[in-house]
């Protein structure tokens, strides 16, 4: 069993930056692929962005492309979403997800392992 915890969230000013973490314990961090979702209040959950096993392949929703982004490091089973020029439409609980397969996905039910989630909220 997986544990994923996230951390970084908070209240950031339009236009500014933060930086989420999520740790992973209980598997093998190395061979899974990664992903950051998101969750808005009164909307489902959406796909943000993913990373392969090894780093080499990122993909990004495109509302925020050029603007975050995700890298993982496997000797601290952690994987990183830096977020720069923050919107308020931002603005959700993120979530760290780990699919167990090689492939890179971007539909939630695709990842195994969740999170608990953490708040950023982006003020105007």
């Known amino acids: 069993q997986v544990q994923l915890v996230e951390s970084g969230g908070g209240l950031v000013q339009a236009g500014g930056f933060l930086s989420l973490s999520c740790a992973a314990s209980g598997g093998t961090f190395s061979s899974y692929v990664m992903g950051w979702f998101r969750q808005a209040p009164g909307k489902e959950r959406e796909f943000v962005a993913t990373?392969?096993?090894?780093?080499?392949?990122?993909y990004y929703v495109d509302s925020v492309k050029g603007r975050f982004t995700i890298s993982r490091d496997n000797a601290k089973n952690t994987v990183y979403l830096q977020m720069n020029s923050l919107k308020p439409e931002d603005t959700a609980v993120y979530y760290c997800a780990a699919r167990a397969q090689l492939a890179i996905v971007t539909r939630t039910f695709g990842y195994d392992y969740w999170g608990q989630g953490t708040q950023v909220t982006v003020s105007s």
């Open positions: 990373i392969g096993w090894n780093g080499g392949n990122t």
